[in-house]
């Protein structure tokens, strides 16, 4: 501390050099602030196969809704499957775009030849291809070749074969260790299954364990309550928005949405 200058007033000018600076490292920050993007929003959807016949998709609340298409290669019956395929998904598909929601659509593994069940699904769902995300359901039930990590990948690359399209691998989250690696190997987005609870619940702003995974999408609940509808849903969260929806749906799509906006309400 120097004494003598104790009690005194002192000048602070400020050196022009760098007075200057400090102007342009705020006129940075500001301009930086000003174009910095916005915080990539997610979405809320559901997800239903031949078992919720008769949904009116246009009035559930969602941003996206994904429907089960197939099962197998044939020979399934239940609901309003018939012989492997879902009777009412043309029109569950049909209320959910005419109302501006994002569509997926999946196929439900049932362990035989992965060529022949990516045949049988391409062949059901062409009039989605590059309009809807294509999806794999694994999972143990009714799968011959559950624990065969070899199965989806060869799938999915059938699948990416037929349509140029990387397809998402949905499965539970004991059962990511048969599918993991296949974001880098194969580029296939992970669709991850795990519950917190069995309670009932709507939409979750932060679902338990969300991105544990890497996923991109993460199913939460198979509980979830929705106006519009009276049965139980399973609810997903997709981390992400309608342009990351729509490249994972079409590789060569540039983003632009042009649908309505129709984000739920979260409810508790």
């Known amino acids: 501390m120097n004494i003598l200058n104790k009690g005194k007033p002192r000048h602070k000018h400020m050196n022009p050099r760098r007075q200057w600076r400090k102007l342009l490292t705020a006129l940075t920050v500001a ?20 078992w919720q016949c008769g949904i009116d998709t246009a009035t559930v609340p969602a941003d996206f809704v994904i429907v089960g298409t197939t099962w197998g290669s044939g020979g399934v019956y239940g609901g309003c499957m018939s012989n492997g395929v879902n009777t009412d998904a043309n029109r569950q598909l049909a209320g959910a775009v ?12 049932r362990g035989g030849n992965p060529e022949t069940e990516a045949r049988f699904f391409v062949d059901n769902v062409r009039g989605y291809i590059r309009k809807s995300v294509l999806i794999l359901d694994w999972e143990a039930q009714d799968n011959a070749a559950w624990g065969d990590k070899q199965w989806p990948r060869r799938w999915a690359r059938e699948v990416k074969r037929l349509t140029g399209v990387n397809p998402i691998i949905y499965t539970m989250d004991s059962g990511y260790w048969q599918v993991a690696g296949m974001e880098t190997e194969l580029n296939c987005g992970i669709w991850i299954a795990q519950y917190a609870t069995n309670m009932v619940t709507g939409y979750q702003t932060a679902p338990w364990n969300i991105g544990a995974r890497g996923e991109v999408m993460r199913q939460y609940t198979s509980n979830g309550s929705l106006s519009g509808w009276s049965g139980r849903l399973d609810l997903n969260k997709f981390r992400g928005d309608r342009a990351a929806w729509r490249k994972y749906a079409n590789p060569d799509d540039k983003g632009a949405a042009s649908l309505p906006n129709v984000r739920p309400t979260t409810q508790p």
């Open 31 to 50: 301009i930086s602030m000003a174009v910095a993007p916005a915080a990539m929003a997610d979405m809320n959807g559901y997800d239903i196969s031949n």
């Open 98 to 109: 005419n109302s501006g929601k994002e569509t997926g659509v999946y196929h439900y593994a």
